[in-house]
């Protein structure tokens, strides 16, 4: 499971950058939004993501992630409170996948990068391992790496 540290870690840094840019490419009049929504791609959200995709998401995770996503677009987009737009509206608008999207979409892609490693790599050794000894303790995982991963297949209807 990814602790909230680890969460709060990644949104601090991702806003930092984003901070970073504020005056040079968001409030810059002569970028396209196109380029500005491209820059945000490469940086904002890739530092924001960096090793999603080992984590165990939890809805009050992803709610976290899409508040700050939403938050991103509303100010590169120059979209203030008073001019009402969805979430979906901002992202269809733009043709940004949501945080859920882009999640589901790393750990799959993560997933089957493991599943074509021989047998004898620690990541495969590790996913598809047992617990050989001990037990589990009474307030373990509520979800597991592997149910995260089975939830994802079926929401995408792709048979395992």
């Known amino acids: 499971m990814v602790r909230l540290t680890e969460i709060d870690n990644r949104l601090a840094k991702a806003y930092r950058a984003f901070i970073k840019l504020h005056r040079r490419v968001w409030c810059n009049k002569h970028l396209k939004k196109s380029t500005k929504i491209s820059v945000s791609r490469a940086i904002v959200l890739s530092t924001l993501l960096y090793g999603s995709e080992s984590w165990v998401i939890y809805r009050h995770h992803l709610r976290l992630l899409e508040r700050f996503h939403?938050?991103?677009?509303?100010?590169?987009?120059?979209?203030?409170?008073t001019g009402y737009m969805t979430s979906v509206s901002v992202l269809d608008q733009e043709g940004?996948?949501?945080?859920?999207?882009?999640?589901?979409?790393?750990?799959?892609?993560?997933?089957?990068?493991?599943?074509?490693?021989?047998?004898?790599?620690?990541?495969?050794?590790?996913?598809?391992?047992?617990?050989?000894?001990?037990?589990?303790?009474?307030?373990?995982?509520?979800?597991?790496?592997?149910?995260?991963?089975?939830?994802?297949?079926?929401?995408?209807?792709?048979?395992?």
């Open 96 to 160: 940004v996948s949501s945080i859920e999207a882009m999640l589901m979409r790393m750990q799959l892609r993560w997933a089957g990068h493991i599943s074509r490693m021989e047998d004898h790599h620690l990541p495969k050794i590790v996913l598809y391992g047992e617990l050989a000894t001990g037990c589990h303790m009474r307030r373990d995982l509520k979800r597991t790496y592997k149910d995260s991963l089975k939830l994802y297949l079926r929401l995408g209807r792709i048979d395992y």
């Open 70 to 81: 939403q938050c991103c677009l509303h100010s590169i987009l120059n979209i203030h409170w």
